[in-house]
């Protein structure tokens, strides 16, 4: 804290003399009144004002991406109705995660809740858009979910920003303000997903069943697990067993039920397992960079990571990314 005085002569002389120097005067202590007493405010609506021109970007966003996954629905799915009031009540969905009070079995319950909002999520696809396959279902699906994030991010920044605005709490808009560019660009990010997943475009998350996929190239392919497809493939001396989503789509089906058949079909005798998957790049890191480490690298709530987890340490196999 800080105190300036000064008297009206060493103010005065800051100015030129004449019939209008008192009117300075009193400009300047005037500016210097309102800054002591109301400063604060003033800094809150200069904040309130940015948060205001990003949420507006937000809600142009939102509103790009549920005008995409319409046309898209409309152009692949052939509705005979508008699906917009589908679309909208979509945008609405959520899923309530299991209690967590008694955390035993609750990865049980979280794969039923899953499984439950799959279904339902592909339901109200095929009813959206009856002329659509079923690889076309997945990437509609992924088109609409990407759109629900944006929905859920606009919301939850629009009530912040009203809240603030109405308790003209400083704490609750300063934090907003600091984090809004982080929220921006991961907005951006769904944004820029939505429109690969409605185009039928890959994505990052395609590296790991390209290489999966290169390596079972010409040798016979089954179905082991919900939308998993597996290859024994002989590689420099071995025996490979390489697993990779079905595909064509957006779908990642069921990796950890796949691993564990795979596991005990040979009665636990598996060398080492190698999972390759794509991971969020940190800012200075190249694109496309490749690194190597330790544990399970499947991303999702958790569920398929906690089976594979659960058969390596039955047999204490080694588990490479």
């Not at 009117?23 to 904040?47: A, E, H, T, W």
């Not at 080492?272 to 496309?288: F, M, N, Q, R, T």
Request: charged letters at 25%.
């Amino acid at each position: 804290m800080f105190a300036m005085f000064a008297d009206g002569s060493q103010i005065a002389q800051l100015f030129p003399e004449g019939d209008y120097g008192w009117i300075l005067n009193v400009i300047l202590y005037l500016f210097f009144i309102v800054f002591i007493f109301y400063g604060q405010r003033i800094q809150m609506y200069v904040m309130l004002k940015e948060v205001e021109g990003s949420l507006l970007r937000l809600k142009y966003i939102k509103d790009e991406g549920r005008k995409i996954a319409i046309e898209t629905i409309k152009e692949i799915g052939k509705p005979e109705k508008d699906p917009a009031e589908r679309v909208d009540r979509f945008l609405e969905y959520f899923a309530i995660s299991p209690e967590s009070m008694d955390p035993a079995g609750i990865v049980w319950k979280l794969e039923h809740i899953l499984d439950v909002r799959d279904t339902r999520f592909k339901d109200e696809v095929k009813l959206m858009a009856p002329a659509a396959d079923e690889i076309q279902i997945n990437n509609l699906e992924n088109t609409l979910e990407a759109a629900l994030a944006l929905n859920y991010i606009y919301k939850v920044v629009r009530h912040y920003y009203i809240l603030g605005k109405r308790t003209l709490s400083l704490y609750i808009i300063m934090q907003l303000q600091m984090i809004l560019p982080l929220v921006m660009r991961e907005a951006e990010a769904y944004a820029s997903a939505l429109k690969a997943f409605a185009y039928g475009q890959p994505i990052g998350d395609g590296a790991g069943a390209l290489v999966a996929a290169k390596l079972m190239h010409g040798y016979e392919k089954r179905k082991i697990s919900k939308d998993c497809v597996a290859a024994t493939v002989p590689l420099e001396g071995r025996t490979a067993y390489v697993i990779k989503a079905e595909g064509p789509g957006g779908n990642v089906g069921k990796p950890g039920d796949a691993i564990k058949t795979i596991i005990e079909e040979n009665s636990g005798k598996i060398a080492s397992i190698i999972v390759v998957d794509a991971a969020l790049k940190l800012e200075g890191e190249k694109p496309g960079a490749v690194a190597e480490g330790i544990g399970v690298a499947i991303g999702g709530p958790g569920v398929e990571k906690f089976k594979v987890e659960e058969s390596l340490l039955k047999y204490r196999i080694p588990i490479n990314a």
